[in-house]
């Protein structure tokens, strides 16, 4: 049941984020500058101006998704992730199925030949991460944008603001940064601040599992926000215009 339920959630997220990716539509809500997190940042000279925060380059063809820049690197730190290889190994592939059961695959290599072996690269697209979530949280930041101009908070910021702080999460419990921030160091004491961010990032990383399926939540409702408020299915509630 684990495995079948993996299998089914997964893609199912997979497959909404495709058809958004390449919708190329609903993605960016001009009185409040809400962009979605698929669309972010939009470089694509078929963006709106205004939603545009780092420029317009990249040609407007239908193949080419308006975030082209950042959703390879984003697929491939999750495709790398320590928790989803083990969530797509059991489930997609059976590789084992689980703990103490056969596995599905008469030869086993692990993950030293081509393509696996590239796992081994989670590390640099976890820096790659690093900087897409400070792009997301310049979005969350500038989306505190009133009607006509100034300052506006609605329930849209609440909803960008959860996403980013997620994906940090997400980010920061990530193993590599765990090792990159102590996991070389020999003698705790002697690196008192680092032991504390580890010692941090260490409870974080117990909740990887968790974190990793919240914020495919999170962007996945986000999204469904943004493109709600932007065909005016809903309108966004306003605290303060």
């Known amino acids: 049941m684990a495995p079948l339920l ?53 040609p407007n063809w239908p193949i080419i998704p308006f975030a082209a820049v950042t959703l390879p690197f984003l697929l491939l730190f999750r495709l790398t992730c320590y928790y989803y290889r083990r969530a797509y190994y059991r489930s997609f592939w059976a590789s084992p199925p689980a703990c103490a059961v056969p596995d599905g695959h008469r030869n086993y290599s692990g993950e030293t030949r081509f393509p696996l072996i590239f796992q081994n690269a ?32 609605g329930l849209g910021n609440i909803v960008l603001l959860v996403n980013v702080v997620m994906l940090w999460a997400y980010t920061l419990s990530c193993h590599s940064c765990r090792h990159i921030i102590g996991g070389r160091l020999k003698h705790f004491s002697k690196h008192p601040v680092r032991y504390r961010a580890w010692g941090f990032v260490s409870k974080l990383n117990g909740k990887h599992m968790q974190l990793a399926w919240i914020t495919l939540g999170t962007l996945m409702l986000t999204d469904a926000y943004v493109m709600a408020v932007a065909a005016g299915w809903i309108s966004d509630l306003r605290f303060f215009h």
């Open 6 to 58: 993996t299998v089914s959630l997964l893609t199912l997220w997979v497959a909404y984020a495709t058809v958004r990716a390449f919708m190329q539509d609903l993605y960016w809500v001009p009185d409040y500058h809400y962009l979605t997190p698929f669309y972010s940042p939009c470089v694509s000279t078929g963006c709106a101006p205004e939603s545009a925060e780092f420029g317009r380059f990249l």
């Open 122 to 153: 989670h590390r640099y697209f976890f820096y790659a991460a690093v900087l897409i979530s400070l792009i997301n949280t310049w979005d969350a930041i500038v989306a505190f944008h009133g009607k006509g101009g100034g300052f506006g908070f």
